[in-house]
């Protein structure tokens, strides 16, 4: 993902930065939000924010329904970044399908799209709606 950044001209960023576009992405998350979905501390998300903001690709602004709290806005820059994220893993699941075929890639983004759902924080306690890891 990151050289595919860097030959997009992206050269800024570094593989912590990828780490707060990861899926659903940071726009209008809050950083406690993206901190749960990326599983850091909200000091280091926050250090990441600090540093991405400064770079150019996001702003935090205030929340419109709670003053307290700050939302993430991406700026052109980062649209573009998204973008370019995006088509870099298109290019990969390509690749990856032209190896090994349709029905093996069908099978692996299944299983890999279940694993997300098992492993992913949830927003119930304790995580009831998720299933169980069992050997």
Same mark, same amino acid.
Do not use: C
């Given at each position: ?46 250090? =990441? /924010?600090? *540093? @991405? ?5 996001? +702003? ?5 329904? %709670?003053?307290? #709290?700050? $939302? ?38 299944? =299983? /890999?799209? *279940? @694993? ?5 924080? +949830? ?5 009831? %709606?998720?299933? #169980?890891? $069992?050997?």
């Amino acid at each position: 993902m990151l050289v595919g950044l860097h030959d997009r001209g992206f050269t800024d960023l570094v593989a912590a930065h990828v780490d707060v576009w990861r899926h659903p992405g940071p726009e209008n998350q809050r950083p406690s939000e993206l901190a749960a979905q990326t599983r850091m501390t909200k000091q280091a998300l926050n250090y =990441l /924010l600090g *540093q @991405l903001e400064e770079l150019g690709y996001l +702003t935090r602004e205030a929340d419109s329904n %709670d003053q307290r #709290s700050k $939302r993430v806005r991406l700026t052109p820059r980062g649209h573009a970044a998204t973008k370019a994220i995006y088509e870099i893993v298109q290019e990969v699941e390509a690749e990856w399908e032209q190896q090994m075929g349709p029905r093996k890639f069908g099978q692996l983004r299944r =299983l /890999l799209t *279940q @694993l997300y759902a098992i492993t992913t924080p +949830t927003s119930s306690p304790a995580g009831a %709606d998720r299933p #169980s890891i $069992r050997p």
